[in-house]
């Protein structure tokens, strides 16, 4: 099935410890995004891609890094993990930066994080 | 800057019921998006309407309509005859013509459907 897929859907980290979540889409979108879901806060953005070969910081950056490694692909890296940190965390993908008002994302299942 | 602010963290509805959750929104752009999506108790993220700026007329889609009241920047989402599958997480969120496509999040409305 077409859409955006996250991998892994769940994962526990020791304070320290470095991960890299994956995100890959196959409808052929131009833009990217990492969120991150905490209770009470909605969605934030941390990093985004507008186009293969681009990236650019979001609303909550700190800790950590992303690669747009090519137009399906979207990693998040934690390189030193902090229990701050633990959260849902979704990929997202949309057309493009021309793309009509009224596309929405497409939205991963979703990767729940812990750091202990 | 965009924000959108839903003030009900939680609610209560009667199964069969109608139920409005609100959303008000700031923007200085003239053109945007605004769209509720729906996360249940599994996690994903589920589109549920839109409703652009310059539509005259209010979203509907099923049973989801989008109460629009441009002036007052505000967005509900009203949903007719509540059922117990409605229960879930409800987001409301905004998009913009010139920040690459980023969509802004409220906090959330956590609705429960009373049998």
């Known amino acids: 099935n077409a859409g955006v897929t996250q991998t892994p859907k769940f994962q526990v980290l020791k304070t320290g410890q470095s991960m890299t979540l994956q995100c890959a889409q196959d409808?052929?979108?131009?833009?990217m995004y990492w969120y991150r879901q905490d209770p009470g806060m909605g969605l934030r953005l941390i990093y985004y891609?507008?186009?293969?070969?681009?990236?650019d910081k979001g609303e909550v950056p700190n800790g950590y890094n992303v690669s747009r490694l090519n137009k399906r692909e979207f990693s998040l890296r934690l390189e030193s993990a902090a229990p701050s940190q633990t959260s849902v965390y979704f990929c997202?993908?949309?057309?493009?930066?021309?793309?009509?008002?009224?596309?929405?994302?497409?939205f991963g299942s979703g990767t729940r994080l812990t750091v202990v | 800057a965009q924000k959108i602010t839903q003030t009900q963290p939680g609610m209560f509805v009667q199964e069969k019921e109608a139920v409005t959750l609100d959303c008000t929104y700031d923007?200085?752009?003239?053109?945007?998006?605004l769209f509720w999506y729906k996360q249940p108790s599994s996690g994903e993220m589920i589109f549920l309407i839109y409703q652009g700026s310059y539509d005259e007329q209010n979203a509907t889609e099923g049973r989801y309509s989008l109460n629009f009241q441009k002036a007052r920047k505000s967005a509900n989402l009203v949903i007719s005859a509540s059922q117990l599958g409605d229960s879930a997480m409800y987001f409301c969120?905004?998009?913009?013509?010139?920040?690459?496509?980023?969509?802004?999040f409220g906090s959330g409305t956590k609705l429960n459907v009373k049998p």
């Open positions: 923007t200085s752009d003239q053109s945007y998006g």
């Open positions: 969120a905004m998009r913009g013509p010139y920040n690459f496509n980023k969509f802004y």
């Open positions: 997202a993908s949309i057309a493009g930066q021309g793309a009509h008002l009224d596309f929405g994302y497409t």
């Open positions: 409808m052929n979108h131009n833009s």
């Open positions: 891609s507008a186009s293969e070969g681009t990236t």
